[in-house]
Nanobody, 125 residues
Framework: QVQLVESGGGLVQAGGSLRLSCAAS????????MGWFRQAPGKEREFVAA????????YYADSVKGRFTISRDGAKNTVSLQMLSLKPEDTAVYYC??????????????????WGQGTQVTVSS
């Protein structure tokens, strides 16, 4: 019912930047939160950032605060993650997610119902 497709990943050097996009379609997202998560090999899926679909207060992991910015474009049905000052430890598969998490933890991946296929971000040292 909800389809999410990430794009924009790639290989960059430390200190570089990337902008990830998540194209959303299907069910209305009016009451949803949109989140970005990442997962590195051998590690658990980790919260990165979240934003209400209709806009509002944003949430960021401490590890990315000040470097990453989540935003939405309702007209284009997209959610983006601007990543600046990338570090090798940012290397992971990045996933876009959607869920009805208004009254639940915004940082727990189990509270999100829909996921994209992921896009690889690799940061070289």
């Amino acid at each position: 019912q909800v389809q999410l497709v990430e794009s924009g990943g790639g290989l960059v050097q430390a200190g570089g930047s990337l902008r990830l996009s998540c194209a959303a379609s299907g069910r209305t997202f009016t009451n949803y939160y949109m989140g970005w998560f990442r997962q590195a090999p051998g590690k658990e899926r980790e919260f990165v950032a979240a934003i209400p679909w209709n806009g509002g207060v944003t949430y960021y992991a401490d590890s990315v605060k000040g470097r990453f910015t989540i935003s939405r474009d309702g007209a284009k049905n997209t959610v983006s993650l601007q990543m600046l000052s990338l570090k090798p430890e940012d290397t992971a598969v990045y996933y876009c997610a959607a869920g009805q998490v208004r009254f639940r933890s915004k940082i727990s991946p189990v509270n999100y119902d829909y996921w994209g296929q992921g896009t690889q971000v690799t940061v070289s040292s």
